[in-house]
């Protein structure tokens, strides 16, 4: 009995003694994002199904507060040349760590996986791929991408004589249902119902901007933002505000808990607002829309990527890519796509059996997913970052009446004249 104890014993020591070896062998990678919320809480389990489906590889996530926070973290992390393995980052980002030199060339990892083809390439949408390539390189990869979308209140245009199921297509037609859709019905001069409301977006004029037939920089990389078609957009919104009256102007969550409330009928943002208000009760038909439209119907894509930084440790960077080589599949981009209303970042996925059933629930939603196909991207150089941040305060003093749209927007591009020229002279130093 003793002696069978005795092995008993030996056994587990050994068994121990292997498990604890296999754990060792495990590459652990760090991934820096700024995701939190439902957002958070769907990559957070995806993470979770991959490092148990992953067995020599371990993600562990270290959440950060916001993007601007994200931001000064990872600079102050690559000064003091402790980065993480992944990190999610805007294209103006990419450009100063490329320039750094810590970023894994993403070509490179693929041209050393057997199990990555150029199918694999071909599938991702092409305003990604463009998005994240850098003088002809791949130095980051599409992870949560957006763009903008309509939510309506099916029950307020029924109400208002308005067919439920078409929501405007054209600048012309949205104005005139924002007018339709704006009721007083006390005649004390406040309406009691808005067409809409307005937050001020930089992201919301781009795509305007864009619409118009205009560009945030010309061929040789100038400011565009005062072209006639900048001021044309700008003027699209401040008419709707000061002349019109049927758009009210709202700060932060102000214009989605409206929406929510029913005091606007229509509502404007990203793609992925739904999952946010999906976290309150929605006591209303609600239907979804892509962006009207004017010349053009380009819609600007936003959101992240995610880039993978040097470390001198090949298994962790390969261990890195294969994190992200699994969370673009296919299946798992459609998943997230389904999930949060990000979207996919792969043309297959539009038919996964996931998106499939996502679209039979909510058809509507193909109108927004077809955005993908004409949709642009912002500048990549680090000067947009800032000049960006900047465009905010333009916009509100045109929106608030304070300047006329061309005043506004002549200010700006000065200003961003001014960024790119102090990018230069520092690049320069």
Known sequence: MRKLFILAITIFVLLAGCKSALQSEKVKITFWHGLSGPLGDTLNEMIREFNRTHKNVEVITNPISSYTALSQKLMASIQAKKQPDIAQVFESWTSKYIEAGVLCNFEELMRADTTWTKEDLEDIYPVFLKSNTFNDTIYSFPFNKSVRAYFYNKDAFYRAGLDPNHFPATWNEFRLYCRKLTTDTNNDGIPETYGTNF????????????????????????????????IEALTFITDLLNKDKTVYLVREFEGQNDFLAGIAAMYEGSSVSITHMRQQPINFNIGYAPLPTYRTNKSAVSGTNIVIFKSGDKKREQAAWEFIKWFTDTNQTARWSADTCYMPVRKSAMQSAILKNFLKDYPQFQGIYNQLETAVFEPQIPAWFKARLELKGYLEKAMRGISTPKEALDEMNEKFKSIIYEEQYIKNL
Do not use: K, R
Request: aromatic content about 10%; proline content about 6%; overall charge negative.
């Open 199 to 230: 937050n001020v977006n930089e992201w919301q004029f781009i795509n305007l901007l864009y619409q118009a037939g205009g560009a945030i920089l010309d061929e040789l990389g100038n400011p565009q933002l005062n072209s006639p078609q900048g």
